[in-house]
């Protein structure tokens, strides 16, 4: 009778409650007798479509991202490694070696050619996505960089500081990609800079910090133009719609704000997780925000 109403639950996408009721579903204890037949096993392929699993990190895993065109999959480690893998047949083709510290975050051009890498060590490694080789190292942060992203045309590099029990650099600095130079350092956070984000259009940058807030910078003057303070816990995820106009924040308060990225207007509190909200991000579209959390789970709004 349970497995007759998930058909229901899928049918409406409440995936919520079709686990629940898979989960009332087993045996209660050990030696209980299991009363599952193959339904109960078809609902929960179909609730965990894990298409595959890429293995090949030394520890674990701490960003993600895949190139432009889907064929490939770049992934960094607490190890120091970044690692390459073929999104259709899951093996590995290339292992980036080079950082002495974790890899805090992992980014690819936008053309697909080259990777770049933020890590522990206090340096911004570029790579060729090719051949796998280190074409760059950026060196001006005093302290571990927590992310770092490339600009939409390419042409820059924008990555944020973090600070240590003995040194702060809770700044952000914007890279020539070509040369490696650093043209720009952004002060005005007074805690580590956890996330970065750039404008579709390249002219804005949105940072996130551990100091509460988020904040909105010119790219060509290197001026802070916005600041929001709403949140009560400190800011870890940052991201701009596709259309420019608004910019979402996640706090470790366990909340979303989405914001007009012109104003700097809170236009909507989002309040759900149980636990601090980790990432967010818009859809292609602009019209969803998906989220994830702490409390193990994603949700979408």
Same mark, same amino acid.
């Given at each position: $009778?349970?497995?007759? +109403?998930?058909? $229901?639950?899928?049918?409406?996408?409440?995936?919520?409650?079709?686990? !629940?009721? +898979?989960?009332?579903? @087993?045996?209660?204890?050990?030696?209980?007798?299991?009363?599952?037949? &193959?339904?109960?096993?078809?609902?929960?392929?179909?609730?965990?479509?894990?298409?595959?699993?890429?293995?090949?990190?030394? #520890? &674990?895993?701490?960003?993600?991202? &895949?190139?432009?065109?889907? /064929?490939?999959?770049? #992934?960094?480690?607490?190890?120091? *490694?970044?690692?390459?893998?073929? $999104? #259709? %047949?899951?093996?590995?083709? +290339?292992?980036?070696?080079?950082?002495?510290?974790? =890899?805090?975050?992992?980014?690819?051009?936008?053309?697909?050619?080259?990777?770049?890498?933020?890590?522990? !060590?206090?340096?911004?490694?570029?790579? !060729?996505?090719?051949?796998?080789?280190?074409?760059?190292? @950026?060196?001006? /942060?005093?302290?571990?960089? &927590?992310? *770092? %992203?490339?600009?939409?045309?390419?042409?820059?590099?924008?990555?944020?500081?973090?600070?240590?029990?003995?040194?702060?650099?809770?700044?952000?600095? +914007?890279?020539?990609?070509?040369?490696?130079?650093?043209? @720009?350092?952004?002060?005005?956070?007074? #805690?580590?800079?956890?996330?970065?984000?750039?404008?579709?259009?390249?002219?804005?940058?949105?940072?996130?910090? @551990?100091?509460?807030?988020?904040?909105?910078?010119?790219?060509?003057?290197? %001026?802070? %133009?916005?600041?929001?303070?709403?949140?009560?816990?400190?800011?870890?995820?940052?991201?701009?719609?596709?259309?420019?106009?608004?910019?979402?924040?996640?706090?470790?308060?366990?909340?979303?704000?989405?914001?007009?990225?012109?104003?700097?207007?809170?236009?909507?509190?989002?309040?759900?997780?149980?636990?601090? =909200?980790?990432?967010?991000?818009?859809?292609?579209?602009?019209?969803?925000? =998906?989220?994830?959390?702490?409390?193990?789970? =994603?949700?979408?709004?």
């Amino acid at each position: $009778a349970q497995m007759s +109403l998930a058909q $229901a639950d899928w049918d409406v996408s409440n995936i919520a409650r079709l686990l !629940d009721r +898979l989960e009332r579903t @087993l045996p209660a204890n050990t030696g209980d007798t299991d009363f599952r037949g &193959f339904e109960w096993h078809y609902w929960n392929r179909l609730c965990h479509p894990d298409a595959r699993t890429l293995r090949g990190h030394g #520890g &674990f895993v701490t960003s993600v991202a &895949f190139s432009p065109d889907g /064929h490939w999959i770049v #992934g960094g480690c607490s190890d120091g *490694a970044v690692m390459v893998w073929n $999104a #259709g %047949t899951s093996a590995d083709t +290339l292992t980036l070696k080079g950082h002495e510290g974790r =890899v805090s975050s992992v980014a690819v051009s936008s053309d697909g050619r080259r990777i770049v890498s933020s890590s522990y !060590d206090h340096t911004v490694k570029i790579w !060729d996505a090719g051949t796998g080789n280190e074409t760059l190292t @950026l060196k001006g /942060h005093r302290c571990p960089v &927590f992310c *770092a %992203t490339f600009s939409p045309d390419g042409r820059w590099i924008l990555s944020g500081g973090g600070g240590t029990a003995n040194a702060q650099d809770f700044t952000l600095k +914007l890279w020539q990609a070509d040369t490696g130079v650093e043209s @720009l350092t952004l002060s005005g956070h007074q #805690g580590s800079v956890q996330s970065v984000a750039f404008s579709p259009d390249g002219s804005r940058i949105v940072s996130g910090s @551990l100091d509460r807030t988020a904040k909105v910078w010119n790219v060509e003057t290197g %001026t802070e %133009t916005l600041t929001f303070d709403g949140h009560r816990g400190h800011v870890v995820s940052v991201a701009f719609s596709p259309d420019g106009h608004r910019i979402v924040s996640g706090s470790r308060d366990r909340t979303l704000s989405v914001w007009n990225a012109e104003s700097g207007v809170e236009l909507l509190k989002l309040d759900g997780h149980n636990s601090y =909200v980790t990432s967010a991000a818009f859809s292609p579209d602009g019209s969803q925000i =998906v989220t994830g959390s702490e409390d193990s789970c =994603v949700k979408v709004w």
